[in-house]
Nanobody
Framework: QVQLVESGGGLVQAGGSLRLSCAASGRTFSMNAMGWFRQAPGKEREFVMTIDWMDGTTYYADSVKGRFTISRDNAKNTVYLQMNSLKVEDTAVYYC???????????????????WGQGTQVTVSS
């Protein structure tokens, strides 16, 4: 089992920055892929970024390329999502996800073996 806890969300003005954290515990050594997804009110969950820690393959949604980056601190078992140049349309609940094998966004999102955090709210005001 893997437990994921997100933090770092909040209210920020457009153009500002936030850094989300995802603290992992449990059998984290088996999670080769992690990522971030988001869900805005009235919309379906969509992928933001995922990364395969084994080979470094990273997937970015077009809407966040050049603005968001993903990183991790192995010592803290924590994954980060640095969000810069935030836009009003980035407003959503952001979820951390982990999977043993795949970082491919659609597979990770639909797999019954994906672990999810509880989400953290990001609100960007104009």
């Amino acid at each position: 089992q893997v437990q994921l806890v997100e933090s770092g969300g909040g209210l920020v003005q457009a153009g500002g920055s936030l850094r989300l954290s995802c603290a992992a515990s449990g059998r984290t050594f088996s999670m080769n892929a992690m990522g971030w997804f988001r869900q805005a009110p009235g919309k379906e969950r969509e992928f933001v970024m995922t990364i395969d820690w084994m080979d470094g393959t990273t997937y970015y949604a077009d809407s966040v390329k050049g603005r968001f980056t993903i990183s991790r601190d192995n010592a803290k078992n924590t994954v980060y999502l640095q969000m810069n140049s935030l836009k009003v349309e980035d407003t959503a609940v952001y979820y951390c996800a982990a999977h043993r094998a795949t970082a491919q966004p659609m597979a990770l999102m639909s797999s019954p073996n994906t672990y999810w955090g509880q989400g953290t709210q990001v609100t960007v005001s104009s």
